[in-house]
């Protein structure tokens, strides 16, 4: 007998939420159950935009999913504000919670979703995709080697993209009553987590906001920085922006080797992903080149880095559903450090890129 899927319903229906229902659905253990949305009209014309089977369950409002006793998850891509109202009603009525990010507006907000989901027995995990993709685990091996790696010195990251006129009146990133933290929290979320792998999640001791963050004119980011510190000096820096060219570097130095690639956050081909190494490696005698050229590591998956991000949660679900077995706690702890780093920079912003010590 097959083993039975997990039943997603999905709470929404923002852009994001196209594309991780295409993860849903590639996911060889899940599948979408239920889609609600603000009304019948909503739910209906999403799940004909986007292909979906018409055995998908609809309905006009997010409690009637909750309510559906054969829903075991939900997925929320609704605007960060929202978060804390839903995520909490969720575990409250058992439902397993993949998170849309940044998951809360403050780490306050997030402990109170923390709580309700270790009350209730609930998965949570938040949507950073990058990190399921076989590529992380094969950069991990890398800064964990000594010999080709050495010690972590410092980390940047960076995540830019354009955005044209209409986003900067109407997309929600760039509202206040929605997602308060703007460029921060929408693509600093990011590079912040890719900053705290790097170092194994070991917090710094320090977060000091670059000068010349652009707001709106109703306080939202649009485009920022920040640079941490660690009490042994490791450095790191990263750049968001809503303003720029599209950028996803990340740029790992240790004493001995460099990792370095273009696409952390979603690669340039949805079947492979490459990364670039050097290890050792020195200039020529007269400084006329280096003596050894970066090395490429091409990785490949045969399911996109989303679909990987929901059959890893799905397989966690299953194993408290179907075994008797406890949530994850690494996903809510991981996302809690996270979210505690993006709120000490969200605050040296509005203190004037004063440093705030953690």
């Known amino acids: 007998m097959a083993e039975e899927r997990v039943r997603f319903g999905i709470l929404g229906c923002a852009n994001i939420a196209r594309k991780n229902s295409r993860g849903i659905n590639k996911s060889p253990n899940s599948l979408i159950y239920a889609i609600g949305s603000r009304s019948l009209e909503k739910a209906a014309a999403f799940v004909s935009a986007n292909n979906l089977s018409p ?5 006009g409002s997010y409690d009637e999913v909750l309510d559906d006793p054969s829903v075991d998850a939900v997925y929320i891509p609704l605007p960060t504000s929202l978060h804390l109202e839903w995520a909490v009603k969720s575990a409250q009525k058992k439902k397993h ?3 849309e990010k940044p998951p809360a507006l403050s780490v306050k907000e997030l402990d109170i979703i923390i709580e309700a989901c270790n009350t209730n027995d609930v998965q ?14 094969k950069m991990k091996q890398l800064l964990g080697n000594p010999d080709l790696f050495g010690n972590l010195n410092s980390v940047h990251s960076n995540f830019t993209f354009p955005s044209p006129a209409d986003f900067f009146q109407n997309n929600i990133r760039v509202k206040p009553d929605l997602d308060a933290l703007g460029a921060l929290g929408d693509a600093g979320w990011y590079c912040i987590r890719a900053i705290l792998w790097a170092n194994d999640y070991q917090m710094p001791q320090s977060v000091t906001a670059l000068p010349g963050s652009v707001v709106n004119d109703a306080g939202v980011i649009l485009d920022c920085g920040a640079i941490f510190h660690w009490q042994d000096g490791r450095v790191a820096t990263f750049s968001c922006s809503f303003l720029g060219g599209i950028s996803m ?16 956050l979603i690669p340039y081909e949805e079947d492979s992903a490459s990364y670039f190494a050097t290890s050792n490696v020195n200039l020529t005698q007269l400084h006329t080149g280096w003596d050894s050229k970066p090395s490429e590591h091409l990785v490949m998956t045969e399911l996109p880095q989303e679909s990987l991000m929901i059959q890893e949660f799905a397989r966690l679900v299953k194993s408290v559903r179907d075994s008797g077995g406890k949530p994850d706690p690494q ?4 996302t809690r450090k996270t979210q505690v780093l993006l709120n000490a920079v969200n605050t040296s912003i509005q203190e004037g890129s004063l440093s705030v010590t953690l």
């Open 124 to 137: 949570l995990m938040d949507g950073t995709m990058w990190m399921h993709h076989p590529r992380t685990h």
């Open 331 to 334: 996903w809510p702890a991981i």
């Open 55 to 59: 055995e998908v369950k609809l309905y």
């Open 249 to 264: 570097d990340l740029i790992v130095n240790g004493s001995k080797g460099v990792l370095r690639l273009h696409d952390f």
């Open 97 to 99: 919670i993949l998170l």
